[in-house]
């Protein structure tokens, strides 16, 4: 059984720096893709960033620069580091992994759709 926990979310202050990590279990492809999507209420999942299992990574335009996505293979734990965040990166923040597919697709119109594995969210704030 293929499971996703998020963790690492919470308050801050714009400006600030949050890191969120996702550990993965039950998932034995050693080909994958993987991304970060977030939901602020009333709006559409987006796909924020994302990584294959050769490394290759993509940013949506809104937080390139800022954040930074990775993963750790020995732990399959994947990782969002996010800084100088903003008032709009409010949002609900969750994982997903799915067999390979090309990475542009996590920020791709309704790349959350090519997703099957998700986790249950975290919830990042940003006040100003």
């Known amino acids: 059984q293929v499971q996703l926990v998020e963790s690492g979310g919470g308050s801050v202050q714009a400006g600030g720096s949050l890191r969120l990590s996702c550990e993965v279990s039950g998932y034995f492809d050693n080909s994958y893709t993987m991304g970060w999507f977030r939901q602020a209420p009333g709006k559409e999942r987006e796909g924020v960033a994302g990584?294959?299992?050769?490394?290759?990574?993509v940013y949506a335009d809104s937080v390139k620069g800022r954040f930074t996505i990775s993963k750790d293979n020995t732990k399959m734990t994947l990782y969002l580091q996010m800084n100088s965040l903003r008032r709009e990166d409010t949002a609900m923040y969750y994982c997903?992994?799915?067999?390979?597919?090309?990475?542009?697709?996590?920020?791709?119109?309704?790349?959350?759709?090519?997703?099957?594995?998700w986790g249950q969210g975290t919830q990042v704030t940003v006040s100003s």
């Open positions: 997903a992994i799915e067999g390979f597919r090309p990475v542009s697709m996590v920020v791709a119109v309704n790349g959350a759709n090519a997703f099957g594995y």
């Open positions: 990584i294959d299992s050769n490394g290759l990574t």
